[in-house]
């Protein structure tokens, strides 16, 4: 049975910085792409980012070009999500996805049950 477990999340001020984690079981995870989705309240899930199998490949979304960072260990079957500079807007549950394919789209078969971030002003 596929498992992806999020961790990391919590309360941060504006500024500031977390690191997020999503701990895969029950798949080849070095065979699998891995993205970091978003949802805050009222609004609908968003695309965070995406790692291609094989690292070579990174994709953001624009609002956090610069500030976010994917990056997997496919030793440890997990991947994480580095923020930084974090701002209010980026409040959110974060949740992890994984899936054959390379894609900003909701449509990997395999979801996370989410860590909450906030970030206050």
């Known amino acids: 049975q596929v498992q992806l477990v999020e961790s990391g999340g919590g309360l941060v001020q504006a500024g500031g910085s977390l690191r997020l984690a999503c701990a895969a079981s029950?798949?080849?995870?070095?065979?699998?792409?891995v993205a970091w989705f978003r949802q805050a309240p009222g609004k609908e899930r968003e695309f965070v980012a995406v790692?291609?199998?094989?690292?070579?490949?990174?994709l953001y979304t624009d609002s956090v070009k610069g500030r976010f960072t994917i990056s997997r260990d496919n030793a440890q079957n997990t991947a994480f999500l580095q923020m930084i500079s974090l701002k209010p807007e980026d409040t959110a549950v974060y949740y992890c996805?994984?899936?054959?394919?390379?894609?900003?789209?909701?449509?990997?078969?395999?979801w996370g049950q989410g860590t909450q971030v906030t970030v206050s002003s």
């Open positions: 029950g798949l080849t995870f070095r065979t699998f792409a």
């Open positions: 790692i291609s199998p094989n690292e070579l490949s990174t």
């Open positions: 996805a994984a899936g054959r394919g390379v894609s900003t789209g909701p449509g990997y078969p395999y």
